[in-house]
């Protein structure tokens, strides 16, 4: 019987999970099974409770339960504890760990996959959504010269900053609203927000990329306004399916102890 594993979101038909873990599996030899599973919006306790008492070992969490996924948990990482949110739940027995492996995505995305350095570097991070709760730990300890964390809603970038004292380095976050950023100039953008989801393009002007910034769209599978001023400005763009498959072997590692190659399945994913 293979373990059973699966993503639980609402919805969840779009994942990719089951097919990115079904490649790690298969790469590796390890003997599991994924799926997918839509979980009412108040039902996640209940269909996390079934899925442990029919045999499952794990799960990834998505939209809109990675912050439920933490209060489910009985043990947090100091990565799921600094996010305040969840994306990989471990089971056994009565033990419930949560962990969040979007920062290690990130991280090794941008240094490993793309080849650039966060460390002594001026960044960018647009949004203060759960996303960007997830990296920002993750960011910090890479040692940045700078981290501004820009949002349309200030309230929530000053939130997050307060939260969160300097890692790495030392350095301090800084929370600036949108109009603050004229006059400011990054080596790395990220676009941590769901702008890109619904067409929305950000109140970003050029001048924000250095020139020889990196942007970075969290968001994948679409041409977002954000990239497109990235690219109308003459600067490198990436969208975030790296990230995608990176924070997915870091789940698939803590589950299995198992580290899959990702670069064959980053590069099928982008030919389809
Ligand atoms: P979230 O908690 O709902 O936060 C959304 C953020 O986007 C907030 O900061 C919000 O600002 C901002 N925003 C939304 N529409 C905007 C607009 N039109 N203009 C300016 N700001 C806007 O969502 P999340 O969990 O952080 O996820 C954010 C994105 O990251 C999603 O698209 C998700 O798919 C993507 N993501 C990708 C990966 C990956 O592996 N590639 C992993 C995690 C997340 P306000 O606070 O002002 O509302």
Known sequence: ??????????????????????CFARATGEDIEYQSIDAPPDGLERTLDAFR?????????????????????????????SAQAANTLSFEGARIRADNTDGAGLLRDLTVNLGRAVA??????????????GVLAPLLEAGPARLVIANRTLAKALALVAGCPGAGRGVRPEALGYEALSGESFDLVI???????????????????RREALAYDMVYGRAT???????????AA????????????????LWRGVRPDTAAVLAALRAH
């Open 225 to 235: 306004a954000f990239l497109a001023l990235a690219r109308a400005a003459g600067i």
């Open 120 to 133: 002594s570097q001026h960044v960018l991070l647009l949004g203060a959504g759960g996303a960007a709760r």
């Open 53 to 81: 008492a029919a045999g499952g070992r794990g799960v990834n969490v998505t939209l809109p339960f990675k912050e439920a996924a933490c209060r489910y948990a009985t043990e947090l990482s100091a990565r799921a504890r």
């Open 1 to 22: 019987m293979p373990d059973r594993y699966a993503v639980v979101g609402h919805p969840v038909t779009h994942s990719r999970s089951p097919w990115i873990h079904a």
């Open 238 to 253: 990436h969208d975030g399916l790296g990230m995608l498959v990176e924070q997915a072997a870091e789940s698939f590692y």
């Open 191 to 209: 676009n941590a927000t769901s702008a890109g989801l619904t067409g929305a393009a950000l109140a970003l002007p050029a001048s924000v990329f």
